[in-house]
């Protein structure tokens, strides 16, 4: 069965940091750009990062540029999100998910999503 389990999140005060981690079956992870998402209450679940399967090229929303980064380790079949200078703006569910086409910022493009886990960054 195809599984993506995200793992990390947790309160942390504005300015900390968190690490992320996603969880992927194999037969998801060979084959599959990876992204993550994150939804706020209230507003629509938007793009945040993604890594190509295996060229390292990554993307990253303008709101996180230089604060995240996406990772993957492809032998443990496991992404990461590395989130620096956390903001306040940045609290939300964080999803991890995977898509057969390459990485895109649309969520409709990805098959494979996992449950999310929670961020919140207090001010």
């Known amino acids: 069965q195809v599984q993506l389990v995200e793992s990390g999140g947790g309160l942390v005060q504005a300015g900390g940091s968190l690490r992320l981690s996603c969880a992927a079956s194999?037969?998801?992870?060979?084959?599959?750009?990876m992204g993550w998402f994150r939804q706020a209450p209230g507003k629509e679940r938007e793009f945040v990062a993604a890594?190509?399967?295996?060229?390292?090229?990554?993307d990253y929303a303008d709101s996180v540029k230089g604060r995240f980064t996406i990772s993957r380790d492809n032998a443990k079949n496991m992404v990461y999100l590395q989130m620096n200078s956390l903001k306040p703006e940045d609290t939300g569910v964080y999803f991890c998910?995977?898509?057969?086409?390459?990485?895109?910022?649309?969520?409709?493009?990805?098959?494979?999503w996992g449950r999310g886990t929670q961020v919140t960054v207090a001010s």
């Open positions: 890594a190509w399967r295996s060229s390292g090229i990554t």
């Open positions: 194999g037969r998801i992870f060979t084959n599959h750009a």
């Open positions: 998910a995977a898509t057969g086409t390459a990485a895109t910022r649309w969520a409709g493009d990805y098959a494979y």
